[in-house]
């Protein structure tokens, strides 16, 4: 494969580049689910083919082929180069890349079980007890499960000499309780919505997430809502646990910090930012208590965000994104590291697969758990009137990343530290700022998971990769609760 | 790209590694480019070729499919292997239906063009080069450069094809063309957009975009903030599509049968107001995409809503089978095939994407809404639309790029941007006035034929900083 990439890099010089850069990947895929006892949807998938990303009169060209052959691949290469050449018509200042060692590295992602070791009919029998221990709470109207695997091994070669060879594993799994009754649908997911639990390990994480044991309990809660009250319109005091806070940070630190964003690049589609590049170092982003990392490497956990070598090359690192409650960074590639003046890229550029030219995305943007020992009982304990939300259900923010809304499945309403009743329709909002400002207690260690989302969607044309989220439950004061019932 | 000979050599290798009952394959085959512009420069520009084969085996009852983009004798013994062991895994499902045939695939109702193909493969769009698209930025550009602003935007064009076959005799094949132009233009504190497509290059005006973009940005400069609450409001027609997309899901027999739709036990009642008529129609000449669903059965024209009353919803082979088998069988209008189905195994069923709304008795442009207007608020876009509730088909979201306030009949000053939550039953049903429906195209939802439309009572909740 090797060679691949580098009779792309070879045919690209020839034409008169002056950097070049190809990534072969190879990608096979496993997505199993099923529906109400019966098995819904499964396939396998296998994905090959080349990138080539050039820089020619200044400025870019990417062409990419699923065809190996020599003559394809030098096509691809010469593609790319009259793209570079067309956008040369159109630009004002000619591209410039930060410096960035030369890397020669293999890498794979630690795990104890390959996905694709266990055969599909232990997957499905396993997604079949869920969904029979779903359907045997009365009231439930549809089972829904879900399991997905993924093995992507990529080659990257570029023109600086740099020659990186990474394999990564993800595995996610999860599912949901419908119940519809009246004129509602309520519905409780489990460990996480929109597909649950996802991180970058292998088939182990099916095995450690309790996955049947949670199912009765999950439908039960489902079917519990048509009987809880409205949550409340108003202000309130209120509790987020991890993976709602997790969906939180993605949606209002993660994007909001990307630099592509910040410069204007994604302006027609994604939109822009808030965080202007005066605000680094001088905007009151939270509270004291919070402190947020960017952090690519695999210390930080096994998240969807975690790599050794980003798609051009660059080493994973963890970058400080807000400290003690100061606006302390930005997410940034080779390209747009000058503008913050850092003589070094922060390393995450990627590309949702060999046919996208990488950009700038979350690696592991995650809030660090609080130092004080603080479990989500003692938290609600010390709560005197307030209402603890769980799982998203919906999320929605504006195209700079100031006003927020998100629903959760499920909330109880907490009075004089315990959770007195249910609440159904939860939904709360805010600007990003006065929101993290808010925050007055975090749970520790203990109640910390780095979460998956494995949906998240940037460019044009439009890539989907994961992030991870690190996040423990955390408290926030006189927040806006209910608005999205208001008068609609 | 493939050939359909060549689709078709490589299906018969399929179908010779293959032990399944039945084989199916469906191919997708694309040459596509982006331009994307920022900062009044190229900064990104990309174009990408690519052929898939998804290729679906059926034992008895067990189905199941693999996807390959290698088309050796050892990718596609591979995919075919994939596909056999996670079908033979499965207890036989009774609901699972032979393949069709042709004969199936082209039985029922004719669609609009009496059974016609609608051509929608264009040689100029399908010859535009790396140049020609540089061009046209260089001419947006220039606009932005004239009203003092900065653009970002893309221009891509694309030429693909799909095509089906199955060991049962079936085969078809579908070639066509894209073209789009996206515009924004950005002024400190303002900003519009615009955006079009078509399969005929032809047919798009980028400079007319641009300046329309532009002059929404100028004018809404400076936008001042009102309360929250309801109001008036005008969505021009990618607002419209953006917002109502998120209903057509629901429009789906598996929907029904799953109790997941809006429109449980709501079929056959007043649910939108009277001058409500929407259709789902592959073949209108505003409309894109390929004739056939994912079992290769031919998408039949079908009237979903009339005269505010839902009348049906849209179903693949199996879900007819099983909605005639149902409680409400009864209850949901007629059941048929309607060749909307998803490629099989799915848990989603079907779902009508060419969408097409009717024309009011009295059209009225947007200019003549804002005109008849005391007090309410002109939309261009919306943005960032998520679902708040499933059955009230409340939905939340921001508008975006050109909120204007309107007064007395005139467009008196840009608004900073709001946020609503908003009943799509409740949205429907309070239409005042609509214009001819247009091609439109928006970020939130698939493109469809839909006019603009003036809605009293349109629930804002919040307002942003900008």
Known sequence: MKSVAQLALDAAFRRGVTYADARLVAIRNRSLSTKSGRVGHTSESESLGIGVRVIADGAWGFAASADLSRASVEAASARAVEVAKASARVKREEVRLAPEPVAVAEWTTPYEIDPFTRSAQQNLDLLLKIDAELRAVAGVTLAETGMNFQREESWFLSSEGSDIHQTKYSTGAGYTAY???GSEIQKRSYPNSFGGQWQNRGYELIEEMKLVESARRVAEEAVALHHAEQCPEGTATIILDGSQLGLQIHESVGHPIELDRVLGM???????????LDKLRNLRYGSELVNVVADARQEHGPGLGTFAYDDEGVAAQSTPIITRGLFTGYLSSRETAHTIGAARSGGTLRAECWNRLPMIRMTNVSILPGETPLSLEQLIASTDDGIYMETNKSWSIDDKRYNFQFGCEIAW??????????????SYSGITTEFWNSMDAICSREEWTLWGTPNCGKGQPQQVVGTGHGASPARFRNIRVGSAYKGS | MLTREQAAGIFDRIRRFSSADEVEAIFTSSRFALTRFANNTIHQNVEEENSVVSIRTNFAGQTARANANQFDDESLRRAVAASENLARVQAPDPDLLPMPTTEEENSGEASACEGARAIRFFEHTAGITPVDRAEVVKRIVSVADKHQLTTAGIYSTSESRE???????LADWHHQTLAEVSVTMLAPDSSGWQKSNSPDVRNLDPERLAETAAQKAVESAHPREIAPGKYTVILEPAAVLDIVGFMFWDFSGVAILDLRSFLNDRIGTQLFGRNINIGDDYAHPLQAGSPFDGEGVRRRRVQLVENGVVKRVVYARSTAQKMRKSKYAATVGPIEATGHGFPLPNEVGEMPMNIVFGAPERAQDVTEMIASTERGVLVTRLWYIREVDPYEKIVTGMTRDGTFL???????????????NQSLVSMLSNVEAMSIPVRASGEESFDMVVPAMKVREFNFTEATKF
């Open chain 1, 179 to 181: 119940a519809f009754a």
């Open chain 1, 266 to 276: 994604e302006a027609n589609f994604a939109g822009t930012s808030f965080l202007t």
């Open chain 1, 413 to 426: 309403e907490i009075k004089n530290g315990k959770r007195v009743r249910m609440l159904k329709n939860p």
């Open chain 2, 163 to 169: 095509g089906i076959f199955n060991s049962r005799g």
């Open chain 2, 406 to 420: 309107v007064e007395n009949g005139k467009v008196k000053s840009g608004l900073r941007n709001f946020r609503f």
